[in-house]
């Protein structure tokens, strides 16, 4: 009762918001549609892209709840299954519209596509003049979907579920709006600055990499923590969403070409190849630590290469795919395997060291292997004879961590205050399939 009443709340809270809201608007004849023309071939592939993205989510509840013990496998299955619904709804009501709806000030979006008032089908051509403006916002639905989805790699196994939701409606309406009309919407001051991020390094990666690390350091350890933590209850579900993820993120990164085109290949190629060379190269340095290479760490730097490789999907040759996913493969291990230990913090899943790290280094990255043969609409990188788009992209990811982490933080601060965001000890030792849900993953029978 209490968690419907919550979100109740806070929904009716953002729909006022834009009932309320003072028409601020940018009235531009970009924003008509007259001049558009629907193309099938990228309409079907938009779509496809955007059904693959929605897979995601899923496939993460796979990859970390094989990761936690089996007590909490069922948390982590509903954690990602009420992202998938409950930031669907505040995408309808006001997140695509601060998103993408006529700029204000290179700050936000404004209200006048609240519940989806003017996005029909028809193309908008400030975004995608060839496909219906109904699929553009479906395809962005599942990345704001997503972004905070991965944050859960942070606190599982500790955060109650009301306070999950009440956070999650928080952050993406106050975070992950903001951030993806500075670098995504028509008008972001980022993107005016110049900032490149093809499908989400910056937006998804970082953004929800920092909030990440903020949680863990509000939330505490685990109790037990480092020592008294079992190892992954189910490594093959592990393996098996790491499998969906890599699957869906060629609709991730490809399908943010928005066109059936050469350059969607050439992400989709890319993306593929970043993943396969971290994946590899994480393994050997496992190997040569640990004298085995193991299944978690194949999976997790494969994750953090296709993570890297993201915001540069759209602008770099394979070669530079290459020296991306290498880059991913030692800058997250070392950042799980060396940093997490010498500071002690307590992030469960490596939401910060795969995500955030790699998010970092591939924004950073895109400024050096970035290069307009492959998308004459994007930049020449530093490799190419534009050093000053290395400064571009170091600025665009410090303006990111920093913001995402210090109001990731005071939201965490809030809704501790307000429902506390930690489970009991009691409830802990139980886990929280039990004591959130009424619920256990696995039956035994004697």
């Known amino acids: 009762m209490r968690i419907t009443l919550a979100i109740a709340v806070v929904i009716l809270l953002t729909a006022g918001t834009g009932i309320c809201e003072t028409q601020q608007l940018v009235k531009a004849g970009s924003f008509t549609s007259q001049n558009s023309t629907i193309d099938t071939g990228d309409t079907a592939w938009v779509l496809m ?4 993205v929605m897979l995601m989510t899923p496939g993460l509840a796979f990859f970390y709840g094989g990761l936690v013990r089996r007590k909490n496998m069922l948390s982590v299955l509903m954690q990602c299954f009420m992202a998938l619904c409950i930031i669907s709804i505040q995408w309808v009501v006001c997140g695509y519209s601060l998103s993408f709806g006529p700029d204000i000030h290179g700050i936000i979006g404004g209200l006048d596509w609240t519940f989806l008032t003017n996005v029909g089908m028809t193309p908008n051509p400030t975004y995608a003049p060839t496909i219906p403006h109904e699929v553009f916002m479906m395809f962005q639905m599942m990345f704001a979907v997503i972004t905070p989805a991965l944050i859960i790699g942070a606190f599982a196994e500790r955060m109650k579920f009301s306070a999950f ?3 999650i409606l928080l952050w993406a309406t106050i975070v ?33 990499g920092m909030t990440a690390l903020a949680a863990a350091l509000i939330l505490g350890k685990r109790q037990g923590y480092p020592n008294g933590i079992s190892p992954p209850h189910n490594l093959p579900f592990a393996a098996l ?42 393994s050997i340095l496992d190997w040569l630590k640990y004298k085995k290479p193991t299944t978690l760490g194949m999976i997790t730097g494969a994750v953090a290469g296709l993570a890297a490789v ?6 770099v040759t394979p070669i530079g795919a290459i020296w991306i996913g290498i880059g991913a493969g030692i800058l997250p291990w070392l950042a799980v395997t060396c940093i997490k230990t010498k500071f002690g913090y307590d992030d469960s899943l490596d939401a910060f060291g795969v995500h955030g790290i790699g998010g970092i280094w591939g924004v950073i990255a895109t400024g050096i292997w970035a290069t307009k043969t492959i998308n004459p609409d994007g930049a020449n990188g530093l490799l190419y004879g534009n050093p000053l788009q290395l400064w571009i992209q170091t600025k665009a990811a410090i303006i990111t961590i920093v913001y995402s982490f210090v109001i990731g933080f005071v939201l965490l601060k809030f809704v501790d205050v307000v429902i506390k ?26």
């Open 421 to 446: 965001l930690r489970v009991s000890e009691h409830e802990e030792r139980v886990g929280l399939d039990l004591t959130q849900h009424r619920e256990a993953a696995y039956t035994i029978i004697d």
């Open 241 to 282: 969403g790491a499998g969906l993820l890599w699957f869906g993120w060629f609709g991730f990164n490809a399908g943010s070409a928005l066109k059936a085109s050469g350059l969607a290949g050439n992400a989709f190629a890319v993306t593929h190849i970043s993943g396969a060379v971290a994946g590899v190269t994480w």
């Open 165 to 167: 939701v009440i956070f």
């Open 176 to 208: 992950y709006d903001p951030i993806t009309h500075w670098l995504w919407g028509n008008g972001g001051f980022l993107k005016n600055m110049g900032a490149l991020d093809f499908a989400g390094g910056a937006v998804v990666h970082i953004n929800a």
């Open 310 to 315: 993201t915001p540069a999907s759209g602008y």
């Open 49 to 52: 892209s955007a059904a693959l």
